[in-house]
């Protein structure tokens, strides 16, 4: 495939996920994703997945990777979403981008306290409806979740 081929349909893969800077568009002013994908023991895993199908329903497909290692992935914008935390989310002027599910956006006035602050809402409630802890990817100076 031809380089510039490559990088337009690699630019339009991020843009529909609100990946790249557009000033129309307020969820490109996000985060980006904000939480890493959790990896889980075998253990663990096999606890998650029966309090996902507790909650979501015995037919529900409950993601998992193997990573090789003995350790199962979990895909953090899939636990957002189950959560209840779906895209568009958010009352106060941070919310979750309409368009992926893991960016937290800043569609104009939002402080690092209201971003902050929905941070630990999604996390929270992940943990209460699945018993997993998310973990923030971006590092922070001087403030903390």
């Not at 037919?59 to 953090?76: I, R």
């Not at 929270?124 to 001087?142: C, K």
Request: aromatic residues 6%; without cysteine.
């Amino acid at each position: 495939m031809p380089l510039a081929r490559a990088r337009e349909v690699v630019l339009g893969l991020r843009r529909g996920k609100g990946m790249v800077l557009d000033p129309a568009d307020p969820d490109t002013r996000s985060a980006g994703s904000f939480f890493t994908n959790p990896v889980l023991s075998a253990e663990e895993y096999a606890a998650f997945r029966e309090r996902a199908l507790a909650r979501l329903g015995a037919d529900t497909e409950v993601p998992g990777h193997p990573d090789g290692a003995g350790n199962v992935k979990l895909s953090a914008a899939w636990l957002i979403d189950r959560a209840g935390f779906t895209k568009g989310y958010g009352d106060g002027p941070a919310r979750i981008s309409g368009k992926h599910t893991l960016a937290l956006t800043n569609p104009g006035g939002a402080t690092t306290a209201d971003l902050l602050d929905l941070a630990r809402e999604v996390r929270a409630g992940v943990e209460a409806a699945f018993g997993v802890r998310l973990v923030n990817e971006p590092v922070m100076l001087g403030v903390s979740l």
